[in-house]
């Protein structure tokens, strides 16, 4: 990102790394910002595809394959986190890239660790059960140990289908959907999801680790409940679930 900074920022411009610790939400913030030639807003969908550039008189002075910021992505959402972009296309006030990656101390994970070990036995009481649809088996791996260690029991589907016939085995009393997903994609799922009677009431909480604008609207639409962009933070993941499910209960 610091690299495209440099290559579309004509001379006389100015780039910048801002970094910033956000303690509640749990994320910490490295925001790339230029002064260069900017990104329309009708290009930004197409940024982090592979194999695609935009299509400005600089970058074609500036050959490249295509891959830059696919790669950016992929490394950070296996790091748990999330890209997002803000530009508006006016040349001189330039673009703003920020990777999102999540804050969580080591103490924070092993007092939890001791209070799961302390925690009496309430195998009688079953609890409510969460399906996890991700295909990142790091989030998964993170989520299952922190949800479950709040007292929720989860259950892992790794595409849109799959998450489906999970649901269909046992109705979960709440859904965590990523959107970007191999195969049948997270809106799809929801979509389906929605159209089956016993399903129609489960909330749905999307979460996208490519923050783009009307990305909220759009899994509204679908026909989810809330949303949340990656990193996650923990604690506010476990908020808006507690919130979601107390609707349902009311």
Request: aromatic letters at 4%; hydrophobic letters at 45%.
């Amino acid at each position: 990102m610091l690299s495209n900074a440099v290559k579309f920022t004509p001379a006389g411009g100015q780039i910048g790394l801002a970094v910033t610790g956000e303690a509640e939400q749990e994320v910490v913030r490295f925001t790339v910002w230029d002064t260069g030639i900017g990104i329309a807003t009708e290009d930004l969908p197409h940024l982090f595809k592979r194999f695609v550039q935009v299509d400005s008189s600089l970058s074609r002075q500036h050959e490249g394959t295509g891959l830059g910021l696919a790669l950016v992505t992929r490394l950070v959402e296996l790091h748990g986190g999330s890209v997002s972009v803000e530009s508006d296309g006016v040349p001189g006030r330039g673009s703003r890239f920020t990777v999102s990656l999540p804050w969580l101390s080591a103490s924070e994970t092993t007092q939890k660790a001791k209070l799961a070990e302390m925690a009496p036995d309430l195998s009688a009481l079953e609890p409510p059960l969460i399906l996890l649809a991700e295909d990142n088996e790091a989030n998964i791996h993170l989520l299952t140990e922190y949800l479950g260690g709040e007292g929720y029991r989860i259950v892992a589907a790794r595409n849109g289908a799959e998450a489906i016939d999970r649901a269909g085995e046992e109705p979960p009393a709440l859904i965590l959907m990523d959107i970007q997903m191999p195969g049948m994609d997270g809106l799809e799922a929801i979509h389906r999801l929605r159209t089956e009677a016993h399903l129609a009431i489960v909330p749905i909480i999307a979460m996208t680790g490519l923050a783009m604008p009307g990305d909220r609207e759009r899994c509204l639409a679908a026909g989810a409940n809330d949303y949340l962009s990656k990193p996650v933070g923990l604690k506010e993941l476990t908020k808006m679930i507690e919130a979601q499910l107390k609707q349902v209960k009311v």
